[in-house]
């Protein structure tokens, strides 16, 4: 009923910018948390940053003030800014998203993009 499509992954050099989004669609009633993770190769999924419906934002250390997280709630959709990117910085990132949809709108669901790989590397 509901998925998550990302955009904006790719390769760029170390010091360079790239900008992910990630729409939500389906018979959504509402959207609560969003945020980013990221998973490098043999490393554990690790959240990146999220933010909640009314703008309140939180980031990895790793990431504070190098990423800057965003949403348009009018479009379903999240975004996050990456600036002055680090090769450590390359691994595959999720977009989640906890959902109310308008078949139970008492309830939530946790609901994974199918990610999308940013590589930064020389």
């Known amino acids: 009923q509901v998925q998550l499509v990302e955009s904006g992954g790719g390769l760029v050099q170390p010091g360079g910018s790239l900008r992910l989004s990630c729409a939500a669609s389906?018979?959504?009633?509402?959207?609560?948390?969003m945020g980013w993770y990221r998973q490098a190769p043999g490393k554990e999924r690790e959240l990146v940053a999220d933010?909640?419906?009314?703008?309140?934002?939180n980031y990895a250390d790793s990431v504070k003030g190098r990423f800057t997280i965003s949403r348009d709630n009018a479009k379903n959709t999240v975004y996050l800014r990456m600036n002055s990117l680090k090769p450590d910085d390359t691994a595959v990132y999720y977009c989640?998203?906890?959902?109310?949809?308008?078949?139970?709108?008492?309830?939530?669901?946790?609901?994974w993009g199918q990610g999308t790989l940013v590589t930064v590397s020389s």
């Open positions: 989640n998203a906890a959902i109310r949809t308008v078949v139970a709108v008492y309830r939530y669901l946790e609901v």
């Open positions: 389906g018979s959504i009633y509402s959207i609560d948390t």
């Open positions: 933010i909640t419906s009314s703008g309140s934002s």
